[in-house]
């Protein structure tokens, strides 16, 4: 039959074809259920032989015995083995019903499942056509696109299992066409409904990966194996079932709202949700790490292979997240699913120097009581997926209000989750959390450094947009869960004890410190770590208390938190739209929301130029949102937004240029009592501590300590601004004092980081003290002006602006001129009678012509005349004045004053303009007589011409000669070794140089003279 050049199928015939494939029986030539898995032993082989073949035919072939001539003992150990063999087949049912595989006869297969079981045994092109085949039949129609589906799904686990042991990549594998089918949101919400396809992805992910699981010992804390990749990173089978996780995020894309939820689809996506749960947990806690405190770490410990099954899952627990926020049920069923799961992996703690497991920490007047346990001195990981994932479930604002109110009764599901969590102490909640963090800031202050570059790259990871939307960003909000379940005092204990400064944050600290230090010396370096880690801290409470813009923390909307990064991201600098898109968070559902909308809102676009790309510019109106401690700056973000914002706002409001706290918006109900940390007696203690320490210029303080506590006081007070009744001041006041100490501050040096932010900070703390003044009277609004009038009234005030500025130029312009005639009428008392003459009109003056040192005046004549009565005559105004590029010192040009000048050249051979050849003959034609041009030109005189150029950038001669020398010393002290293997730009041993202002590369100087006219004046 021949087949049309479209190749397309016209619609009856597709679906004749599509139905063929998916109706059709034909035999399959694999087994796939008899076949040992890695968990059975080889003697389940027993089972099929013993069907095939007879009982005395397999003793005679495979074990070499006769059954005829059996001993009693014989006998037995055959009854034995075949007690076995039952017990093996029992296990394989077992194993296919819980794959939901149904036992089947080999002819009972039809030819799509052919297709589908047997694709790794064809060849590459028969792959493919069979694929197209598919695609322009079987997915041409819904009703057979949902059969391919379900029977996908169906062997779901044996496709995967070829291709993980296939030699070919996906796009020529069948594992290519899921994308599909679980693209399509209706059917991939069916397939999780009716066919379990969540649990069957999990279930396959599970058990392709669980070879790679540690063997546990007597000695491990867990109940539950975690994955080890220690002896080889990243195996090849391992990153070819990690393409399971893209079918997962594939089939979570379609986010159900609250109308598609049905009870079986609730149903199945919980049971989906254990089986995810049930692979996750083996990455809680792996790749511990433990400082190394005496010498280096000789080998670096295998990191790579969790980071990369994180980046391939991270999608599939953000979508997981966003499916539980459209369900209460959903999500307080996979709540308490996680909290549960979390009791089977205790918190592990250690004991104090006393001994002890519980300790009590007082600062000043406040006390708590909590389990001890040192980041510095304990195994602690990066890789917390559990508790983040619970943190996640927290943002749910609809569906964790019931939390807020413990004392009122709730159902079933929540009244468990109120047990599980008042079960256990609320610090364990974000315990694992907050040992990251901690052993983030251990290791900015160096205290970690002989554990090599594993522990670096991880952390780096760890902050990097491609994972921080499901590490850090999740531990800071899990940061923010305990602090609103957590009372205020315990929880700042709690966190000064864990960055071990607690001691540090008591007002005798220093007296102890110094009467410690009389028996022995501290190291200078122990008391910057203890400063760098107070730091971190602090950044912590400013996390805590000021990141608002995750969706469920505040009352914002997801666009919200978008334009906020967008302009921190342009508080760097200005930045092209794709230095934009990189520095955003890779976030799954942050693609929902438009950043091409987000950008404009924000930021200006100015056009490309000829050398620069086009680039967006924060808007002034923007730069209000700016936080100097953004919890996604790095160090370098960081000081380059300061620099960039300095600039910026140079001639700007002083309290635009104070970079003040922004007014953030208000937390959500279970959130809202956040703020009132910036009350608690134990962070004002600490607050009044660092200004005092700060005023005394102690080594325990630094000026970013005092800065982020200025800076916490400003969050406090843009609280009460927007609620009096939150009541900072007077707390600050009858605690500690806290004005008097700031006050003192203001124009010291001690607060030249930010004296600009300490002064509007004082003023805004003196006018809550006043009180609330009188309202004043409204005034009277404007009509609000339209775009065009706006645009118009723009117009018109840019041409007046232009007039003006092209009057003040003229005005200028004939004011010099004057200036010039009556100089030369003083000077020349002739000019007088040429003007009585008439020779020299106002006209003729106007006329002149300015070049770069001579004023050439026409007289007489209106062309340029050379020769005779009326030639025009050359008169030298005043000498130049040049400035030094190097000393800045300006000097006069002139015969016998100042000082000799040069400007940068460089000089190199020509042949341009000569007429000789290498035996110094004339250059002739090619006919080999004298070329005409030979005849009437006369000749050079050398065989090399000179060709010299300048970039005309001047210099004193002394000054010259000064920085030849420090070249040439320069260069001289260098290693002779580098100068071997370096290639030279610049030889200075031959004189060159580069201009000290252009870099252009010079290798002499060329003398500037005074000009010929004032010389001539001297001579006569």
């Known amino acids: 039959m021949d087949v049309p050049k479209t190749h397309q199928f016209s619609a009856p015939l597709r679906e004749i074809v599509g139905e063929k494939l998916l109706s059709s029986q034909f035999e399959l030539s694999k087994d796939y259920f008899t076949a040992p898995t890695p968990a059975v032993p080889p003697v389940a082989n027993i089972v099929q032989n013993f069907r095939d073949q007879g009982i005395a035919a397999f003793l005679n072939e495979e074990l070499g015995i006769d059954a005829f001539d059996m001993g009693e003992e014989d006998g037995e150990e055959i009854e034995d083995d075949l007690m076995i063999a039952d017990e093996m087949e029992a296990f394989i049912d077992d194993e296919l019903k819980e794959m939901n595989v149904p036992k089947r006869e080999s002819s009972t297969y039809t030819i799509l499942e052919n297709i589908l079981l047997q694709d790794t045994s064809m ?3 028969g792959r493919c056509i069979l694929h197209q085949l598919l695609m322009r039949t079987v997915f041409m129609i819904y009703d057979q ?4 589906a379900k029977t996908f799904i169906l062997h779901y686990n044996e496709i995967y299992e070829d291709f993980i042991k296939d030699d070919h990549e996906m796009d020529v594998s069948v594992v290519g066409l899921s994308v599909q089918f679980m693209t399509v949101p209706g059917l991939a919400r069916r397939l999780v409904a009716e066919d379990d396809a969540f649990s069957v992805i999990s279930k396959a992910m599970r058990r392709q990966t669980e070879q790679y699981l540690k063997k546990q010992t007597s000695d491990d ?8 990749f220690a002896s080889r990173s990243f195996p090849g089978d391992l990153r070819r079932s990690l393409h399971i996780t893209r079918d997962m995020a594939y089939i979570l894309n379609a986010v159900p709202t609250e109308s598609d939820w049905s009870p079986q689809l609730v149903e199945s996506f919980t049971k989906g949700f254990g089986e995810f749960l049930n692979f996750v947990q083996h990455l809680q806690g792996m790749d511990e790490v433990k400082r190394q405190a005496t010498e280096h770490q000789v080998w670096e410990s295998e990191w790579e292979t969790a980071f990369n099954i994180l980046l391939r899952l991270k999608d599939a627990i953000s979508l997981v997240i966003s499916w539980a926020e459209t369900n209460e049920e959903v999500h307080n069923r996979m709540l308490l ?4 799961l979390m009791e089977k992996m205790p918190t592990h703690y250690t004991p104090n120097e006393d001994g002890e497991y519980r300790m009590k920490v007082k600062i000043e007047d406040q006390e708590a009581t909590i389990s ?9 990981s990066i890789h917390q997926p559990i508790g983040r994932i619970i943190a996640g479930l927290f943002a749910s604002e609809k569906n964790i209000d019931f939390l807020k109110n413990s004392q009122e009764p709730g159902n079933a599901l929540q009244e468990q989750i109120k047990a599980v969590i008042k079960s256990n102490d609320e610090t364990n909640l974000y315990e694992l959390n907050l040992r990251v963090l901690v052993l983030c800031a251990q290791s900015n202050a160096s205290l970690w450094r002989r554990n090599g570059f594993s522990l670096i790259n991880q952390i780096h990871n760890y902050f990097s947009p491609l994972c921080r939307n499901e590490m850090f960003d999740r531990d800071v ?10 009372p205020h005092s315990k929880f700042l204990i709690h966190l000064l004890h864990r960055f071990r400064i607690h001691h540090w944050a008591s007002s005798d600290f220093e007296e102890q410190k110094a009467s410690s230090a009389q028996a022995k010396p501290e190291s200078e370096d122990l008391s910057k770590t203890m400063v760098i880690i107070a730091e971190e801290f602090l950044q912590c409470l400013i996390l805590i208390v000021s990141e608002r813009y995750t969706y469920g923390v505040g009352k914002t909307q997801p666009i919200d938190g978008m334009k906020r990064e967008v302009v921190h ?10 230095h934009i898109q990189q520095k955003m968070s890779h976030d799954i559902n942050s693609k929902r929301v438009s950043l091409h909308d987000a950008v404009n809102q924000v930021a200006d676009f100015r056009k490309p130029l000829a050398t620069s790309a086009g680039q967006f510019h924060c808007k002034e109106s923007a730069l209000a949102m700016y936080s100097p401690f953004f919890m996604h700056y790095s160090k370098s973000d960081q000081s380059a937004a300061e620099q960039n914002q300095a600039k910026v706002r140079a001639k700007l409001d002083k309290s635009v240029r104070a970079c003040a706290p922004p007014v953030l918006p208000d937390f959500t109900p279970f959130f809202e009592n956040i703020p009132s940390l910036l009350k608690s007696p134990v962070l004002i203690h600490v607050l009044r501590l660092t200004i005092d320490r700060t005023t005394r210029r102690s080594r325990y303080s630094s000026d970013r300590v005092f800065h982020k506590a200025l800076y916490l006081i400003g969050i406090a007070l843009n609280e009460e601004e927007k609620d009096p009744s939150f009541g900072f001041t007077a707390l600050a006041e009858k605690y500690v004092g806290l004005l008097a100490p700031l006050e003192a501050l203001i124009g010291k040096q001690e607060a030249s980081i930010c004296p600009i932010l300490l002064e ?8 809550l003290m006043a009180g609330p003044k009188e309202p004043e009277p409204s005034k009277v609004q404007q009509p609000v002006q339209s775009a065009e009038e706006l645009k118009a009234k723009r117009a018109a005030r840019a041409a007046e602006m232009r007039q003006k500025a092209m009057a003040k130029m003229s005005n200028m312009q004939s004011k010099f001129m004057k200036k010039i005639e009556d100089e030369e009428k003083k000077e020349d008392p002739s000019a007088g009678q040429k003007d009585a003459k008439g020779s020299n009109t106002d006209a003729d003056f106007d006329s002149k012509l300015f070049f770069d040192e001579d004023i050439v005046k026409q007289v007489g004549h209106d062309f340029p005349v050379c020769i005779g009565a009326n030639k025009w005559s050359v008169e030298v105004v005043k000498p130049r004045r040049l400035t030094c590029i190097l000393c800045q010192e300006d000097e006069i040009i002139a015969p016998q004053q100042g000082k000799p000048m040069v400007c940068a050249a460089f000089i190199q051979q020509s042949q341009l303009f000569t007429h000789k050849n290498k035996t110094g003959e004339l250059m002739t034609a090619s006919s080999g007589t004298i070329s005409t041009r030979d005849l009437l030109t006369a000749p050079a005189t050398l065989q090399y011409g000179v060709d010299v150029s300048t970039c005309s950038h001047s210099m004193h001669y002394e000054c010259y000669r000064s920085l030849s020398e420090t070249y040439r010393t320069r260069d001289s002290l260098r290693a002779r070794q580098v100068n071997q293997h370096t290639h030279k730009m610049v030889d200075s041993e031959s004189g060159e140089y580069q201009c000290p202002l252009c870099k252009r590369l010079s290798n002499a100087a060329i003398p500037i003279l005074p000009a010929h006219q004032l010389t001539q004046q001297i001579q006569g």
Do not use: N, P
């Not at 696109?145 to 391919?148: A, C, G, H």
């Not at 909000?477 to 957590?486: E, K, N």
């Not at 509007?760 to 006018?767: H, L």
């Open 477 to 486: 909000l899990m940061m923010q869960v305990g602090a609103a379940m957590t």
């Open 221 to 228: 804390r867990s109940a539950i194996a975690r994955f080890d």
């Open 123 to 125: 060849w590459k092109a």
């Open 760 to 767: 509007v900070t004082v003023e805004k703390y003196k006018k």
């Open 145 to 148: 696109k949902v059969r391919f």
């Open 372 to 380: 001890h346990f040192d980041v510095l001195r304990s195994a602690t």
């Open 569 to 578: 991201i342009l508080c760097t600098g200005s930045q092209t739209f794709s």
């Open 337 to 340: 699913m996680c909290l549960e």
